[in-house]
Each structure stands twice: as structure tokens, then as C-alpha cells.
């Protein structure tokens, strides 16, 4: 007979499995894909004690995989993507064009507004990143600015969508699984997202004010945009295809047939405009753009992309999603939801529970929709029995579950985002200040009662 973890024991096995990845990947300085398949053996290991057969766990690793099928795919096509757009001069076009009005002191706030809007429109943390944030981070390694900051005021306006904007997916999906209409959802997350976006603003505007870039050389940028035209048709015909991919995003398609018409429409913009050859484009689409231009801020600007390009994130995300199906398989993700759910006293105590639990799933399983799934089912009953208004709930799930998913380097977003920008989740982290003050502002809301709303059956 298959024996059942505790609260305890299910906490213990994540500790330390949590304590083997941290060792690994900030004093050992490995690829935190080793340490995460070695937990995988580690579970199995302990779900062989505990009488279950194999396969019962390998339908575990099996079906946790499964869950992230979509996102792989969607990995690939943006890997694909950028290098296409790269080719095709659409990313060199739009390089050659922001520079006309770059300043380094302003250049933070600028990206964070930037991502914001283009979040808003397509609801895309992926689009938005792919598109203006491979721009954006091109820009700033031009400039001079810190590649983490950078990063963090791009993830910060990106993800700003993916929660707010009627058109995303978890917008839609945290406020379906509570049972709250869309827009009062939306409203309702005003209360934690406006605080959070301010802040950040002006964190950023600080920063870029307060930073010494007197060491910048605009003959830099004058030699970078010489570089690129030499290099590239700079042409306003390169930004059709991009063009197209918002238009979509806009209009709702689905995420992968709007990045297919994408590649596509870069595809035959290089051809006629860049005057590549299918040959080579293929080549470019497998490995990534090669360029040797003599300049090395060009070069490490443009030669990127390509379906290799993702392959480091997709395996990590496929054992990363290998190891949360096994721990929903044994049990311990259960465990320690229902745990922390027995021990609430008051009602900031089911804000708190429900924060820790959307932060826990992300952290085991890397998997955002899990991170809105979960504790949405295990604690709408608690939200009623204190008689707190569902739409709490589905805030609460997005401030700490959409939002947190790009901080995880295991995370389908988080591998996305440090592969596409370059720049790896543990350096942006910090400066992802709008993703970290969210769930923060959500429990100090939880407790102070502000914001809070009561069941609409007591206020008649």
C-alpha cells in the first residue's frame, strides 16, 4: 500500500531539494539543468519507497511534461523568429531608428513604458520580449546601461500586460477558474498594480537620472548605426512583419500561427529586401544569425536567435516540468497546499497562504498556469468561509502567480526571457521590481484590510 506524505515531509523533500539547486547554481555555478534532473532521480528514488511503481511515476513525468507542450512549441517559433528578424533587417531597422532618440539617463523608464504599452495590446509577456524587448536590450547594450536593469524594466512592462490586458491568457484564465467576470477582475487588480507600476517608474527614473554616464560616447552609437546600415537595408519595409505580429496579437489569433505568419512574412522581407538566399536563410533559422562586422556591439546585438538557440531553455523547462509532475504524482504538492491552507487564523492569513502557494507551485513545477490553477481550486473555499469576495482571489493569483513565474530560471517564462534577452534570470531578478512588489503589496493589502472587498451578500 502506497504510503502518503505529511505536511512535513512533503516541506522537508522541497527544502532540500530547493537547498541541492541554490548550492548548485550559486556556489557551484553550474546549469541548473544537472541539479533538477538529479531531483527528479531523488523523487523517484523516494517514490519507490514509498510503494508506488514505475509506472506510476513515469505517468507523472509524462503527463507534467505534457502540460508544457504548447510553451515548448512556442519556444521554438520565437528562436525562429528572432533570428529570421534579425536576417531580414526588421530588428537592425528598428535599432538604426531608436537610437535617433536614446538617452542613456532616460532609457529605463522609456523601455518599462514602452513594453507596457506594446503589453497592453497584445496581452504577451512572449510577444512583447521577442519583439520591442530584443530591440530594447540591443539598445541598452549599446548605450551602456547595466544589462540586469535593462532586462528588469523590460520584464517589468512586459509582464505588466500578461496581468492587466483583457487579451491575456492568464488574465482570462485566473478570473474563469475563480468564476469573476473579466473586467471586474481587472479592476479590481488596480488596487496591487498601480502601486507596483508607480514605484518601479520611479525607481527606474531615479536610477537612469542618478547614474554617471558621462563615459558614454555618442560616436559609439554614430558607429553602431553605420555599421548596421553597411550591414543591413535599414528600410521601413522591415517592419512589416512585426507589424503583422502585433495586428494579430491585437485581433486575439492564437500565439502560434500569429509568430508562424511572422517568420513567414521575415522570411520573404529578407529574400526582397535583404537579397538573402533560401539556403542561407534555412541555415540562419537553424543556428541563428553569424555576423562578423568588425564592431563587437553590433555583433553581440544581432547575431542571435535561431531554433538551437532555445534547445538550453526547452530542455530545461521539459525536466523542470518532468519534476512537477512528479511531485503532483506523489502527492506533495497536495500536502503542502492543504497544509498551509489548516493553518490559516484570520483572513490576511489566506492572502499570505494563497501568495506562498501560487510562489511554491511556481518554484516546483515552473509552470504558471499550475501557479493559478492550483491554489485557485484549493483555496476558493476558504476565501468563501471567511466570506472574502472571489475577485481577492483571482487577484491574488495573478499578483503571485502570473508575476513570479518569470523570476523562476526553471520557469517556462523566466528560461524564455534569459534566453531571448541574453541575459540571465538571476541578474535581472533585482531590478524586476514591478514582478517583486506585486505579491508583496497583495499580502500587506491582505492584512490591512485596504482593498479588500467582503462578500457582495453582506454589503445589501
Known amino acids: 500500500m502506497k504510503k502518503q506524505l505529511s505536511f512535513l515531509q512533503s516541506l522537508s523533500i522541497i527544502v532540500l531539494i530547493l537547498a541541492f539547486i541554490f548550492v548548485s547554481l550559486f556556489i557551484l555555478k553550474v546549469e541548473p539543468h544537472i541539479p533538477l534532473l538529479m531531483s527528479v532521480v531523488l523523487l523517484s528514488l523516494i517514490g519507490a519507497a514509498l510503494k508506488y511503481k514505475w509506472a506510476e511515476l513515469e505517468n507523472g513525468?509524462?503527463?507534467?511534461?505534457?502540460?508544457?507542450?504548447?510553451?515548448?512549441?512556442?519556444?521554438?517559433?520565437?528562436?525562429l523568429l528572432i533570428a529570421i528578424w534579425m536576417a531580414s533587417g526588421t530588428i537592425p531597422t528598428i535599432l538604426s531608428y531608436g537610437f535617433n532618440w536614446v538617452s542613456p539617463s532616460y532609457f529605463l523608464i522609456s523601455a518599462l513604458l514602452i513594453t507596457v504599452i506594446v503589453s497592453t495590446f497584445t496581452g504577451s509577456t512572449f510577444t512583447t520580449v521577442s519583439t520591442v524587448g530584443v530591440a530594447l536590450i540591443g539598445i541598452g547594450t549599446a548605450v551602456g546601461v547595466h544589462p540586469g536593469l535593462a532586462a528588469g524594466a523590460i520584464v517589468s512592462g512586459a509582464a505588466f500586460g500578461d496581468k492587466m490586458s483583457p487579451l491575456s491568457d492568464t488574465t482570462n484564465f485566473a478570473s474563469g477558474i475563480v468564476g469573476v467576470k473579466l473586467f471586474e477582475h481587472i479592476r479590481h487588480m488596480l488596487w496591487t498594480t498601480l502601486p507596483s507600476l508607480l514605484i518601479t517608474a520611479i525607481i527606474f527614473f531615479v536610477i537612469g537620472i542618478r547614474t554617471d554616464y558621462s563615459a558614454f560616447q555618442y560616436d559609439d552609437i554614430v558607429a553602431v548605426k553605420s555599421v548596421l546600415s553597411e550591414q543591413f537595408t535599414i528600410s521601413l519595409?522591415?517592419?512589416?512583419?512585426?507589424?503583422?505580429?502585433?495586428?494579430?496579437?491585437?485581433?486575439?489569433?492564437?500565439?502560434?500561427?500569429?509568430?508562424?505568419?511572422?517568420?513567414?512574412?521575415?522570411?520573404?522581407?529578407a529574400l526582397l529586401l535583404q537579397q538573402q538566399s533560401l539556403p542561407q536563410l534555412f541555415t540562419i533559422l537553424q543556428g541563428g544569425l553569424k555576423v562578423e562586422s568588425g564592431?563587437?556591439?553590433?555583433?553581440?546585438?544581432?547575431?542571435?536567435?535561431?531554433?538551437?538557440?532555445?534547445?538550453?531553455?526547452?530542455?530545461?523547462?521539459?525536466?523542470?516540468?518532468?519534476?512537477?509532475?512528479?511531485?503532483?504524482e506523489l502527492g506533495i504538492v497536495k500536502s503542502i497546499l492543504e497544509g498551509l491552507a489548516s493553518n490559516i487564523r484570520r483572513s490576511g492569513d489566506v492572502v499570505l497562504s494563497t501568495v506562498l502557494s501560487s510562489i511554491g507551485v511556481n518554484v516546483i513545477t515552473g509552470e504558471q498556469y499550475l501557479s493559478i490553477l492550483l491554489p485557485g481550486q484549493t483555496f476558493k473555499p476558504l476565501y468563501e468561509k471567511w466570506q472574502l469576495a472571489p475577485k481577492n482571489l483571482s487577484r491574488t493569483l495573478e499578483d503571485a502567480g502570473t508575476l513570479v513565474n518569470p523570476l523562476i530560471p526553471?520557469?517556462?517564462?523566466?528560461?524564455?526571457?534569459?534566453?531571448?534577452?541574453?541575459?540571465?534570470?538571476?541578474?535581472?531578478?533585482?531590478?524586476?521590481?514591478?514582478?517583486?512588489?506585486?505579491?508583496?503589496i497583495s499580502v500587506i493589502l491582505g492584512y490591512t484590510g485596504i482593498g479588500i472587498s467582503k462578500e457582495e451578500s453582506l454589503n445589501r
Open 237 to 269: 519595409w522591415a517592419l512589416v512583419s512585426p507589424l503583422l505580429v502585433l495586428i494579430l496579437s491585437v485581433r486575439r489569433v492564437d500565439v502560434i500561427p500569429t509568430l508562424i505568419v511572422g517568420i513567414l512574412s521575415g522570411l520573404v522581407t
Open 295 to 328: 564592431n563587437q556591439i553590433v555583433d553581440t546585438i544581432v547575431n542571435r536567435g535561431g531554433l538551437q538557440s532555445m534547445m538550453w531553455s526547452i530542455s530545461l523547462v521539459m525536466i523542470a516540468l518532468a519534476l512537477g509532475g512528479l511531485m503532483r
Open 61 to 79: 513525468i509524462i503527463d507534467g511534461i505534457k502540460l508544457g507542450i504548447k510553451p515548448i512549441l512556442i519556444l521554438g517559433l520565437i528562436g
Open 410 to 440: 526553471w520557469g517556462v517564462s523566466g528560461a524564455f526571457i534569459a534566453q531571448t534577452l541574453g541575459v540571465p534570470v538571476i541578474d535581472y531578478l533585482p531590478y524586476a521590481f514591478f514582478l517583486l512588489l506585486c505579491p508583496l
